[in-house]
T-cell receptor, first 113, second 114 residues
């Protein structure tokens, strides 16, 4: 029973490139959440998705960031034209229902050089 | 908006010492409260939770009691081990009981030495 799988674990991008982060939720989970952890800080909520729908994107930066959770396949967090300030750990979590426990993946550590 | 404040680290203790990590919160409703632990290079793991006032969450020797009157959820352990070295995050969810959209504190790093 695999947990939440994120890939890649580490990603290095040059300024201006695009970063694509993938998250496969636990089996049977249809609720996915993305969080960002800046160095020496706690996690900040970014976006909450259900299959094919964005439910809450109140924590997403207005520009360059987008997220999707298609009917088939993993959830994708996409960052266009990355800047150094995007360097962080990005964690995905999934839950069976909206009001049940969220399980976190191991995160993707993005470094922008 | 909702917020969580927890004591700054790092906290350094000798093995078998008593641990307290303070956590207070601000919320408009009746949140659920959580402690998560993050071991080096790993994601977050739920350590314990409490969903209403006076509830006590416990796991692996750790305990925390939901105190509505003081808006606190302090983490305690009677005797820490080296393997407890990690970063501990206090968190809350909103009044709807959504356990997944979480507001986190900044984390407290615990270092336990022999």
């Amino acid at each position: 029973n695999a947990g939440v799988m994120q890939n890649p674990r580490h990603l290095v991008r040059r300024r201006g490139q695009e970063a694509r982060l993938r998250c496969s939720p636990m089996k049977g989970h249809s609720h996915v959440y993305w969080y960002r952890q800046l160095p020496e800080e706690g996690l900040k909520f970014m976006v909450y998705l259900q299959k094919e729908n964005i439910i809450d994107e109140s924590g997403m930066p207005k520009e360059r960031f987008s997220a999707e959770f298609p009917k088939e396949g993993p959830s994708i967090l996409r960052i266009q034209q990355v800047v150094r300030g995007d360097s962080a750990a990005y964690f995905c979590a999934s839950s069976l229902h909206e009001n049940t426990e969220a399980f976190f993946g191991q995160g993707t550590r993005l470094t922008v050089v | 908006g909702d917020s969580v404040t927890q004591m700054e680290g790092p906290v350094t203790l000798s093995e078998e010492a008593f641990l307290t990590i303070n956590c207070t919160y601000t919320a408009t409703g009746y949140p659920s409260l959580f402690w998560y632990v993050q071991y080096p290079g790993e994601g977050l793991q739920l350590l314990l939770k409490a969903t209403k006032a006076d509830d006590k969450g416990s796991n692996k020797g750790f305990e925390a009691t939901y105190r509505k009157e003081t808006t606190s959820f302090h983490l305690e352990k009677g005797s820490v081990q080296v393997s407890d070295s990690a970063v501990y995050f206090c968190a809350l969810s909103d009044y709807t009981g959504t356990a997944s959209k979480l507001t986190f504190g900044t984390g407290t790093r615990l270092q336990v030495t022999l």
